[in-house]
């Protein structure tokens, strides 16, 4: 992952955005998401938009160990 890049969590929806930032890891976290469908969007200078969707349980945990983004040409 790419430390210090904007992340944005869409509910698919209520269309609500979640925002967040990953630390100099890559890490990042949304905290207090009620169960149901996201799409995932991450943007970085030099990098293409990137967006993935994913399903959340009600209570559930949700790890992402891979995202692949793409330089800009």
Avoid: C, W
Avoid at 34 to 43: E, F, I, K, N, W
């Amino acid at each position: 992952m790419l430390p210090d890049t904007a992340m944005v969590l869409t509910d698919s929806q209520s269309q609500q955005k979640h925002q967040a930032r990953s630390d100099q890891s890559g890490h990042f976290t949304f905290a207090t998401l009620t169960g149901g469908d996201y799409v995932l969007s991450v943007d970085r200078m030099g990098f293409e938009l990137t967006q993935g969707r994913l399903s959340l349980g009600a209570g559930q945990n949700r790890e992402i160990l891979r995202a692949t983004v793409s330089r800009r040409r």
